[in-house]
Antibody
Framework: QITLKESGPTVVKPTETLTLTCTLS??????????VGWIRQPPGKAPEWLAL???????RYSPTLKSRLTITKDASKNQVVLTMTNMDPVDTATYYC?????????????????????WGQGTLVTVSS | QSVLTQPPSASGTPGQRVIISCSGS????????VNWYQQLPGTAPKLLIY???RRPSGVPERFSGSKSGTSASLAISGLQSEDEAHYYC?????????????FGGGTKLTVL
């Protein structure tokens, strides 16, 4: 059974740094062709993709937030960590982690087939002084 | 403002067929697959369709996806009350030197 669970503070102050942890179960963060992404969703709004880390440690970031984000993984703990600096009230949102997976042919990843399939329950982070 | 454009709302009566559209550009939908998600109130998004028209295991056949050019559509046939939810399209944009995921603004589906 594949599950993801986000953990971290529920309230942070403006200018502080947010650190969120995604703990994976049922799959390895180092599994070939897989990855883990972070997506946030402000109340009543659409999801916004933030960052992604692949099994081989390659990373991708939202162009608009790149300067504030860092995504890393700890294979020994099967966890992915996201840090976001200089938090602002507009960053108030539910933060989700999600598994990125792909179809394979003869064991080889089809790059165009990547999609987020399993999602964590999300954690609401409020930025307030 | 979302990169992918969806109508903010859609509606239908039980048993009807409803279509939700998602419009993008040549750098996202025009050159990359589209995924669709369903989000019930208070829950995380759930994958409905990936690679334009593929259904994950467990998703009913009455959900289907299609794509043409820079637009994609999600069709729901035999509408049921439990289909009332928000629906989001998503794709990959590689217009810049770096690539990134983009989501639509979402469509709230009401079952009348």
């Amino acid at each position: 059974q594949i599950t993801l669970k986000e953990s971290g503070p529920t309230v942070v102050k403006p200018t502080e740094t947010l650190t969120l942890t995604c703990t994976l179960s049922g799959f390895s963060v180092s599994a070939s062709g897989a990855g883990v992404g972070w997506i946030r969703q402000p109340p009543g709004k659409a999801p916004e993709w933030l960052a992604l880390i692949y099994w081989d440690d390659d990373t991708r970031y939202s162009p608009t937030l790149k300067s504030r984000l860092t995504i890393t993984k700890d294979a020994s703990k099967n966890q992915v960590v996201l840090t976001m600096t200089n938090m602002d009230p507009v960053d108030t949102a539910t933060y989700y982690c999600s598994r990125l997976t792909s179809d394979k042919v003869f064991g080889l990843v089809i790059p165009s087939s990547y999609h987020f399939d399993f999602w964590g329950q999300g954690t609401l982070v409020t930025v307030s002084s | 403002q979302s990169v992918l454009t969806q109508p903010p709302s859609a509606s239908g009566t039980p048993g009807q067929r409803v279509i939700i559209s998602c419009s993008g550009s040549s750098s996202d939908i025009g050159s990359n697959p589209v995924n669709w998600y369903q989000q019930l109130p208070g829950t995380a998004p759930k994958l409905l369709i990936y690679r334009d028209n593929r259904r994950p295991s467990g998703v009913p056949e009455r959900f289907s996806g299609s794509k043409s050019g820079t637009s994609a559509s999600l069709a729901i046939s035999g509408l049921q009350s439990e289909d009332e939810a928000h629906y989001y399209c998503a794709s990959w944009d590689d217009s810049l030197s770096v690539s990134y995921w983009v989501f639509g603004g979402g469509t709230k589906l009401t079952v009348l």
